[in-house]
Each structure stands twice: as C-alpha cells, then as structure tokens.
C-alpha cells in the first residue's frame, strides 16, 4: 500500500511551529495592547500575527492553514478593522474634530494598559486590518504561483 505524501515541511519543521506559533501570536497581540506604552502598536501587532499564520502555512501546506483561517475569513477580520477604525475616527468628530480621543479622562492613571483612551481601539482595528490584509495577500501569492517545471 502506497502512502500519500504529506504537505507541507518535515516532521521537526511541524513540530517547532506547533510549539511556536501561539508563542508569537500572543506576543503580536501584546504587542498590539501595549503599543501605546512601548513601540509597537496595530501596525506591527499586525504583521506579527499575520507571520504566525504564514508560518504555519509554510510548515504545513496550505489545505491545513486555510481549514483555521480561509480567504473569505482573512476579508471579514479585514473590513471588520477598516470599520471599527472609521467608527473610532467619526466618533471623535462627533465629539468636535477627527480622531479626538473620546474616551480619555483626566483622572485615569498613566502608563497603564487603559490609559490611551480610543487609542488602543484604533490600534486593535489596524492590528485587524493590517494582520488579515498581509495574511489575503499571501494566500493569493500562494494560489497563484507559476511553476517553472524542470526544464534542461
């Protein structure tokens, strides 16, 4: 009987990822929440995560990434970001002008994690669009590549 051939890397490669991709998915999201206290925020919360994906689809093939996170899965987190970012900023212009941090007060202690008021909204809305937009362009990059076959 003749065995079908796994996708993906070699048995080391699956095991360090599955040891290490929720390692770096929770420190993209950290990176995330405290981008307004140390350098980070949405933007490299983002990449972070969407790498943690990419790496498991580098390890395991694509049938296995895209049965946790598909296409259509990666579009929806994608506009629900691009929402929750222009919510942020029309509600700050309803309090006055364009992104006014509306949940600000004065009294709150600084340096803790709800210290930045809307701000750690707007990071976690780019952290959700930047990480499923680069998680989508991968995912096309992988379904259309050209295979150059084994010319001599």
Known sequence: MIKKPEN?????VKV??????????????????????????????G????LSF???MLAFGRETTLKKMSKSVASYFESIGALMFLTVA??????????LNFLH?????????FSSGSILISNIAICLKVGAGLFAIFITLVFFRIDKGDKK
């Open 54 to 56: 990419i790496h498991m």
């Open 8 to 12: 993906g890397m070699t048995i080391i």
């Open 47 to 50: 990449v972070i995560i969407a």
């Open 90 to 99: 029309l509600m700050g212009f309803i309090g006055g002008y364009f992104f």
């Open 16 to 45: 360090v990822t599955r040891l290490t991709v929720g390692l770096i998915l929770i420190f993209g999201i950290y990176i995330m929440l405290h981008g307004h206290l140390t350098p980070g925020g949405g933007f490299a919360g």
């Open 105 to 113: 007060y004065e009294g709150q202690e600084k340096y803790t994690l």
